[in-house]
């Protein structure tokens, strides 16, 4: 298991002594540009309030196991609205004190509050083209007049692209994470897209409509397709919306059918990035990029063959996606109840249909992660580490004890982390996920940790309790106390539960 993503992973790292000894301030005047738009060119405004769906979250979750669902009303402008509203909008705008300056909070988290993602939609009929979400101005900015939906269809292999509904491609700005975390900002990067991905899909899931994610496809030609040619912006996921996909075939896009880029409209902002080339992230992230000649037929394991549904939560997915955000502080007097608990591990199976799980095509999906858990205050469980057996859904205990304080210690010393009732940290399979994926591995074992973290976000925001994605912890030693098998598995990505 030669990989540059293990190194990459190392050169990432962060410990008790190297957060004391490189110190980085990062210059909040050099801040990338937190958004992007395209102009001038033609804009179709979003409804700011359109009717909430009325899908209950257990019936979304549901939802996203690939069957075919029907969707409650056609496609139109107030669908996208209501997609992108319960999606990754701004849920809120905050003053900073005595400043007169604010900042906005959206329906997605972010770490840093930074938010890298971008998105593209692909549309046929009335409103053919290719548009870019401006989610500042609530809009749609028209890029391309053609139809792009039969091109990407042969790019990335999946003839029933050319016919889908909407077609999403969700991108990355990464010098908005690499300006304040340099290296490590690559990781909270792909979690980001990952939790950006599943707020989308979750969104057209609540209305009805089958929703897939495809994260291998080659990069500079979808590049290129979404007219993104020289910018620092690369794509990320592909969600198709509408129907289901059942087919693959080995991509035919030629070179020559990709409209030039001066064929796109509206002319892109400066993002003030271009003094952010880590030479690492680079590397890897060239290292991970699939050609057209690369690609492989998905991953397909056995279909799903019992009816899925998720345990009953009966709030609607648009008030829970609309009301998440992530926990300053817990109330340490209230412990979780089993039920509670069971519902939160119940989340981490939600079969999503994804390609490098093997679900795409509505296989029974696998995990490239593990999971462990910190348990301080569960009812019916005593306190201490457990490991999730996925074969019997039971958890091991491994070690027994109160290990609160030692939780927040490895997780940079976040004392948050002292008064959750529970801390699940996602440990990636490095090494079944590169050796199936090579370096691309590394970028999909941090999306996935991002999409079952969205789902983390909605299911505890639904029963009340409040949660934080934790991307920043002291790698070794968090590996060194959980006894991972380093550098085979290790700890990518954390998440923390309380009242
Ligand atoms: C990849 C990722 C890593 C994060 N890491 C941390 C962390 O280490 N500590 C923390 O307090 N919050 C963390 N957060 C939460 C973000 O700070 C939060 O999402 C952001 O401030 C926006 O607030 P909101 O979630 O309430 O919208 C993380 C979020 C993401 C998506």
Request: charged letters at 20%.
């Amino acid at each position: 298991m030669l990989a540059f993503g293990i190194e990459f992973h190392q050169l990432t790292k962060l410990s008790y002594q190297s957060v004391r000894e490189n110190i980085y301030q990062p210059d909040w005047n050099q801040q990338p540009a937190p958004f992007r738009h395209f102009q001038p060119g033609p804009l179709f405004l979003l409804e700011p309030h359109p009717t909430a769906p009325l899908t209950s979250l257990s019936q979304t979750f549901t939802n996203l196991v690939q069957v075919e669902t029907s969707p409650v009303a056609p496609f139109d402008l107030t669908t996208l609205s209501q997609i992108f509203k319960y999606s990754l909008s701004i849920r809120e705008w905050r003053e900073i004190p005595n400043s007169g300056l604010r900042y906005p909070l959206r329906v997605n988290p972010s770490c840093g509050n930074l938010h890298p993602e971008e998105v593209y939609i692909m549309l046929g009929a009335e409103m053919k083209g290719l548009y870019h979400y401006n989610l500042l101005e609530q809009c749609l900015e028209k890029r391309q007049s053609e139809d792009l939906r039969l091109l990407i269809a042969k790019a990335t292999g999946y003839p029933e692209l050319a016919n889908q509904t909407a077609i999403v491609v969700v991108t990355g700005i990464g010098c908005r994470q690499y300006w304040k975390y340099r290296n490590r900002g690559y990781r909270y990067l792909l979690q980001d897209i990952g939790h950006a991905s599943g707020a989308l899909m979750l969104a057209a899931a609540s209305l009805g409509f089958s929703v897939q994610c495809i994260a291998n496809f080659p990069d500079q030609t979808i590049k290129e397709l979404l007219g993104l040619n020289f910018l620092p912006e690369e794509p990320f996921a592909i969600i198709s919306i509408g129907k289901n996909l059942t087919q693959w075939k080995y991509p035919s896009l030629k070179p020559e059918e990709i409209p030039p880029v001066h064929e796109f409209l509206g002319v892109h902002n400066n993002l003030g990035a271009e003094g952010f080339k880590f030479e690492d992230i680079v590397k890897m992230n060239t290292e991970s990029l699939l050609d057209i000649a690369d690609l492989k037929p998905p991953l397909q394991n056995k279909p799903i063959t019992q009816d899925y549904s998720f345990p009953f939560i009966k709030l609607r997915f648009a008030d829970v996606a609309w009301q998440r955000k992530s926990a300053q502080s817990f109330d340490t007097k209230k412990m979780l109840s089993q039920e509670e608990f069971n519902l939160i591990v119940e989340t981490l199976k939600i079969p999503l249909a994804v390609d490098f799980l093997g679900s795409v095509f509505g296989g029974v999906p696998q995990s490239w992660l593990e999971y462990y858990c910190f348990v301080h205050q569960v009812e019916g469980m005593g306190p201490g580490v457990y490991q999730l057996v996925p074969e019997t859904s039971q958890w091991i205990l491994l070690q027994e004890g109160n290990f609160s304080q030692e939780c927040a210690q490895l997780h940079l010393e976040q004392t948050l982390l002292s008064s959750s009732a529970v801390t699940f940290s996602m440990v990636g399979n490095f090494q079944q996920s590169l050796d199936r994926f090579g370096e691309r591995g590394y970028r999909l074992l941090n999306l996935e940790a991002g999409l079952r973290g969205q789902l983390l976000y909605l299911t505890t925001q639904a029963l009340g309790l409040r949660s934080v994605a934790i991307g920043a912890f002291y790698d070794d030693e968090l590996n060194q106390f959980l006894s991972l098998a380093i550098p085979q598995k290790q700890v990518i990505y954390s998440f923390t539960i309380g009242y």
